[in-house]
């Protein structure tokens, strides 16, 4: 993110003020806030684009092979929220080769405006995920934990480390080596002392705070 807000903001001929897409996503279905939601586009090649729609880019690299199952996902519970959905050569034609063709029919079977999905509480689902882990990660978990909270931990130590726990909600000795390994990384990465970094097995909120940050 930091390298396409750099490019952008040397940009030879436009005079952009920030990152010129509104969100990205990353392979993992990561989804990242570029200049937000609701503020005027800088991506999308004319100024009445830019104006109407916001600009996604989904971060495969270089090439149109290597978007992902998740990155559609995301994509999809993102279009949920507009009324419509565009690929970038529908706005400039052939002023662009972007997307190519995999990603342009990927997204073509995309329903934008579909209905929303909601979680039973009436929240968007990605509103839903933060606010459980914002709650999980106020917890200290250690072996013999159990429940909702020991899930968002697993969950995140799979997607952030590869850990590749099992996801039962159950604090048990994979899940503890995983966070000690953690832990251990996060350590030696700041060279961190043992008080600032325990390596001890114990999802505290130091523990959560490097997991959230990393
Ligand atoms: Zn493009």
């Known amino acids: 993110m930091r390298t396409i807000q750099r490019y952008h903001l040397n940009h030879p001929t436009e005079d952009y003020i920030d990152i ?20 005027r586009s800088g991506a999308n090649g004319t100024s009445t684009a ?22 559609l996902s995301a994509l999809k519970v993102m279009a949920a929220g507009y009324h419509g959905l565009h690929v970038h050569k529908d ?30 509480s009436g929240e968007h689902p990605l509103v839903a995920i933060k606010r459980a882990v914002d709650a999980a ?9 159990k429940g909702p909270a020991v ?8 997607q952030r480390r590869a850990a590749g726990l099992r996801v039962d909600s159950d604090f048990g000795p994979d899940t503890e080596r995983a966070v000690r390994d953690f832990q251990s990384d996060i350590k030696r990465f700041f060279g961190f002392s043992n008080k600032q970094m325990p390596v001890d097995g114990i999802a505290g909120p130091k523990t959560w705070y490097w997991l959230l940050a990393s």
């Open 91 to 120: 706005w400039v034609g052939r002023g662009t080769v972007c997307p190519g063709p995999q990603i342009t029919a990927a997204v073509r079977k995309i329903t934008p405006g579909a209905a929303v999905p909601t979680t039973p």
């Open 50 to 71: 830019n104006r109407v729609s916001a600009a996604v880019v989904l971060l495969t690299g270089p090439g149109d092979l290597n978007y992902t199952p998740a990155m």
């Open 151 to 158: 899930f968002w931990l697993q969950v995140l130590l799979n």
């Open 137 to 145: 990660s106020r917890q200290v978990l250690r072996r013999g934990s």
């Open 20 to 39: 010129a897409y509104n969100m990205a996503i990353d392979r993992y279905g990561n989804v990242y806030e570029g200049r937000g939601r609701n503020v």
